[in-house]
């Protein structure tokens, strides 16, 4: 791996690369571009370095040498820490603003204490206002009955809510300033051992995500649109989210879309070429998403809320070794597997490397918008799958396969796009 830099100064550019530019809402991709690229934690290093070779194979496979990707190493999370004595050093956050792509591993976070998670940090500071998790079957076993029959996005809100960090300790001042302004301005009354976290939801980051979502959904010719809330309980917050999705639905996209109270006299057949847009609690939407799956298409959510919906969703696919994300800002993507950085299994040669492969996937389609070598990429994948070639999270579902370490699984699926790119 090449030496990371810790500092401004230690960052150069390889040579014969390009920067992606981002001028008055359009972004250029060069044909080589930098892309930053963080290994992360645990089994972080075997995975990314999985989904580096096998996406510089398919964008090879793609376009026969006409594009290629720098990569920029960059470092954060525990790793960073160790080597740099903070857990997202400066460096690395500028380097991604100026080359405005990166692929990231998984990031340890302290339970409870130590370092503020870089995760967190790193989607405020560059501004991702949106995390976007396809979820699709590939043809890996799961215990669900209806695999096939999800395919769905969720466009979960990635800077507020009660994930954004405004938080106190029971036994801080803090908290302790908090429940006596609550008890003197307002008359609430909170137990003197009470923690205390703040749910911000804006109208501002509501509407730029509802934006994305709307504008994603049409442009990509999805059904349906669906904004998932829990605004009977939490009125003046998620209620407001979903008040201020439809505003957005309405004021810009009306020749687009339809609602759902518009088709009730059409016996709920939603006119050619319209998207739906409709809403659901999220209790019932948990529970419908199991029941009902091909009843969602695009799923719109506040913080919270999104990272439920996103782990149910990627569960009856088969779980979250194969699930990615990427974070979006306005011509700016970070691209991550869904998964965490599994500790026990660091080092091993036996993590699946499924979920990074298809965030680079996800890189190269939504921000360079490189469909060709993404789709080299999942078509590999889900012939991997088929043909039994699968690591061991996914071969303990599948009787008759032998599980493939992880650069094993990766040759295998190198060879495979050689064969059917
Ligand atoms: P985790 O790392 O996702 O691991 C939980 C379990 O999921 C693993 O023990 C393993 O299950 C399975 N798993 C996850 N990724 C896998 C892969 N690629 N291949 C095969 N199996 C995989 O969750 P965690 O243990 O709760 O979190 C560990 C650390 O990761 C924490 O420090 C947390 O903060 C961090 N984290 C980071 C991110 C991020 O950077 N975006 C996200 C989530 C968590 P089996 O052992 O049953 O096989």
């Given at each position: 791996?090449?030496?990371?830099?810790?500092?401004?100064?230690?960052?150069?550019?390889?040579?014969?690369?390009?920067?992606?530019?981002y001028d008055g809402g359009v972004l250029s991709v060069p044909s080589s571009p930098v892309v930053a690229v963080i290994r992360g934690d645990g089994i972080g290093p075997e995975v990314i370095?999985?989904?580096?070779?096998?996406?510089?194979?398919?964008?090879?496979?793609?376009?026969?040498?006409?594009?290629?990707?720098?990569?920029?190493?960059?470092?954060?999370?525990?790793?960073?820490?160790?080597?740099?004595?903070?857990?997202?050093?400066?460096v690395t956050v500028e380097a991604i603003r100026l080359v405005r792509a990166a692929l990231k591993g998984p990031l340890e976070t302290p339970v409870g204490g130590g370092y503020r998670s870089a995760n967190v940090l790193l989607r405020q500071l560059l501004d991702l206002y949106a995390n976007i998790r396809?979820?699709?079957?590939?043809?890996?076993?799961?215990?669900?009955?209806?695999?096939?029959?999800?395919?769905?996005?969720?466009?979960?809100?990635?800077?507020?809510?009660?994930?954004?960090?405004?938080?106190?300790?029971?036994?801080?001042?803090?908290?302790?300033?908090?429940?006596?302004?609550?008890?003197?301005?307002?008359?609430?009354?909170?137990?003197?051992?009470?923690?205390?976290?703040?749910?911000p939801i804006s109208r501002s980051a509501t509407q730029r995500l509802a934006r994305l979502a709307l504008s994603w959904a049409t442009r990509r010719s999805r059904r349906r649109v669906t904004i998932a809330h829990k605004g009977t309980v939490m009125k003046f917050t998620e209620g407001a989210f979903a008040r201020w999705v439809y505003e957005i639905a309405l004021n810009e996209f009306r020749d687009s879309i339809v609602l759902e109270r518009e088709i009730e006299s059409m016996e709920g057949v939603v006119p050619e070429g319209k998207v739906l847009v409709n809403d659901r609690l999220a209790d019932n939407l948990l529970q419908q998403l199991i029941l009902r799956p091909w009843d969602y298409d695009v799923i719109v959510c506040?913080?919270?809320?999104?990272?439920?919906?996103?782990?149910?969703?990627?569960?009856?696919?088969?779980?979250?070794?194969?699930?990615?994300?990427i974070n979006m800002g306005d011509g700016i993507a970070v691209a991550e597997p869904a998964h965490g950085s599994a500790p026990k299994h660091a080092g091993r040669n036996?993590?699946?490397p499924t979920a990074s492969i298809l965030a680079g996937a996800l890189l190269l389609r939504e921000l360079l918008g490189w469909h060709e070598a993404a789709d080299v990429i999942e078509k590999a994948v889900g012939e991997a799958i088929s043909r039994g070639?699968?690591?061991?999270?996914?071969?303990?579902?599948?009787?008759?396969?032998?599980?493939?370490?992880?650069?094993?699984?990766?040759?295998?699926?190198?060879?495979?796009?050689?064969?059917?790119?």
């Amino acid at each position: 791996m090449a030496r990371v830099p810790c500092d401004i100064e230690d960052l150069s550019f390889p040579p014969g690369s390009e920067l992606l530019r981002y001028d008055g809402g359009v972004l250029s991709v060069p044909s080589s571009p930098v892309v930053a690229v963080i290994r992360g934690d645990g089994i972080g290093p075997e995975v990314i370095g999985s989904a580096v070779k096998v996406i510089d194979e398919a964008v090879r496979i793609a376009y026969g040498g006409s594009r290629r990707i720098h990569w920029l190493e960059l470092v954060a999370g525990r790793g960073a820490f160790e080597i740099c004595g903070t857990p997202l050093p400066e460096v690395t956050v500028e380097a991604i603003r100026l080359v405005r792509a990166a692929l990231k591993g998984p990031l340890e976070t302290p339970v409870g204490g130590g370092y503020r998670s870089a995760n967190v940090l790193l989607r405020q500071l560059l501004d991702l206002y949106a995390n976007i998790r396809p979820v699709k079957w590939y043809g890996q076993p799961t215990p669900y009955m209806y695999p096939g029959k999800v395919d769905l996005v969720v466009f979960r809100e990635n800077t507020e809510d009660l994930y954004a960090g405004i938080e106190w300790a029971f036994d801080s001042v803090e908290a302790e300033d908090f429940r006596r302004f609550l008890r003197e301005r307002f008359g609430v009354r909170l137990a003197a051992d009470t923690g205390v976290g703040v749910k911000p939801i804006s109208r501002s980051a509501t509407q730029r995500l509802a934006r994305l979502a709307l504008s994603w959904a049409t442009r990509r010719s999805r059904r349906r649109v669906t904004i998932a809330h829990k605004g009977t309980v939490m009125k003046f917050t998620e209620g407001a989210f979903a008040r201020w999705v439809y505003e957005i639905a309405l004021n810009e996209f009306r020749d687009s879309i339809v609602l759902e109270r518009e088709i009730e006299s059409m016996e709920g057949v939603v006119p050619e070429g319209k998207v739906l847009v409709n809403d659901r609690l999220a209790d019932n939407l948990l529970q419908q998403l199991i029941l009902r799956p091909w009843d969602y298409d695009v799923i719109v959510c506040p913080n919270v809320l999104g990272d439920l919906v996103s782990e149910v969703a990627a569960a009856l696919v088969g779980g979250v070794g194969i699930a990615p994300g990427i974070n979006m800002g306005d011509g700016i993507a970070v691209a991550e597997p869904a998964h965490g950085s599994a500790p026990k299994h660091a080092g091993r040669n036996i993590a699946n490397p499924t979920a990074s492969i298809l965030a680079g996937a996800l890189l190269l389609r939504e921000l360079l918008g490189w469909h060709e070598a993404a789709d080299v990429i999942e078509k590999a994948v889900g012939e991997a799958i088929s043909r039994g070639f699968v690591t061991y999270d996914i071969a303990r579902y599948k009787g008759d396969a032998t599980p493939l370490g992880t650069r094993e699984y990766t040759e295998r699926l190198v060879e495979i796009m050689r064969v059917t790119g």
